[in-house]
């Protein structure tokens, strides 16, 4: 069994990329192929799939879920929403030198009022005074990650969001999902790839370092899923037909995962803690693209339950000495269910 310290590694910072590339498909591919290595670039990705094939991809759409206020009393606030609950309602991470109490008022971004209500665990509840989607998408700013130093701008705007994306809910981008652009979508549709989506709403808790030593005492962190009965269906049919089923990031992974708990991939909506270690039995996914993690992530562990631990340990070593672009913004991963994984 493995514990948190193996799960840590050196990365040079000047590895974390930083800014999107000028293209979206421009990034590079680390192909894992059994035990080989093999460097390629994303657009290759076309030449590793085969007809029959199904993409899965998350889209969920980034919220500008970002703002900056004042209390009645003057102090200032950052609020970070996490997660919409109903159009007038969210619950927000709220920084303030002293806890706002319920009933308080918080005027955001100098253009509206919010009223805290009650705790739910580590986040507070806030009513908005109009529809949420509205008043976040007009005053909002985007979220980028934590290890990204400069605010978001225009171009992050546009490029930490998926070509695809839809259902708006999330606070973080699927990332694997910002490699591909029109163009490579088309050319995987021509070879006879099959698309299929789920909705996970991705939270903020996706950035937080695991800190219990013994991974079993990690509580993990909750996000709502949507998978629809034309998902399942895609599903069955290109297993029946005898074609993978490919997640397009880690969010896809654990929404079809989350849903086959019962041994078949259901339709439905749900909230998944579902935290995957190596031992994790894989249900419906059989091969996965994804970025690079961060060290001691809950993420790391999945893609290393997947892939094999000593696998992943080999290919990270690899992208290091390469010079492979890291996190969000950076490059990718092929990886196939190694099923024997421990």
Request: net charge negative; charged share 20%.
């Amino acid at each position: 069994m493995h514990s948190l310290s193996d799960y840590d590694f050196e990365l040079p910072p000047e590895l974390i990329a930083q800014t999107p590339l000028s293209e979206r498909s421009a990034s590079r591919l680390l192909h894992l192929d059994g035990d080989r290595l093999i460097d390629r670039q994303f657009t290759d990705i076309v030449d590793q799939l085969a007809a029959g094939d199904l993409l899965v991809f998350n889209d969920t759409r980034v919220l500008k879920a970002r703002f900056f206020g004042v209390k009645e009393t003057g102090g200032k606030v950052e609020v970070l929403v996490e997660r919409v609950v109903d159009n007038r309602t969210v619950h927000a991470q709220v920084r303030a030198s002293k806890s706002p109490p319920a009933g308080a008022r918080i005027c955001l971004a100098e253009a509206f009022d919010v009223v805290v209500g009650e705790r739910v665990g580590e986040f507070y509840t806030l009513v908005f005074p109009a529809d949420v989607f509205e008043l976040i998408e007009a005053h909002g700013r985007l979220p980028l990650p934590p290890y990204i130093e400069h605010d978001a701008d225009a171009f992050d705007e546009t490029r930490y969001q998926t070509v695809y994306a839809k259902h708006a809910g999330a606070v973080a981008a699927p990332t694997a999902g910002l490699h591909f652009d029109q163009a490579l979508l088309e050319r995987l549709q021509q070879k006879g790839i099959g698309f299929a989506y789920v909705t996970l709403h991705v939270g903020a808790g996706t950035f937080q370092p695991v800190r219990s030593e013994n991974l079993a005492e990690h509580k993990m962190h909750s996000e709502w899923y949507t998978i629809t009965e034309a998902t399942v269906e895609a599903v069955r049919a290109t297993k029946a037909a005898g074609g993978k089923v490919i997640a397009v990031g880690t969010t896809s992974l654990r929404a079809l995962e989350s849903a086959s708990q019962s041994g078949v991939l259901q339709a439905g909506s749900a909230d998944t803690a579902l935290f995957i270690t190596p031992g994790y039995v894989f249900k419906t996914v059989e091969r996965l693209i994804t970025n690079f993690h961060l060290p001691k992530s809950t993420l790391l562990m999945l893609v290393s339950a997947f892939a094999g631990y000593d696998c992943i340990r080999a290919a990270y070593a690899h992208a290091i000495a390469q010079r492979y672009r890291f996190f969000s913004y950076g490059d990718a991963m092929l990886l196939s269910l190694q099923r024997a994984s421990q």
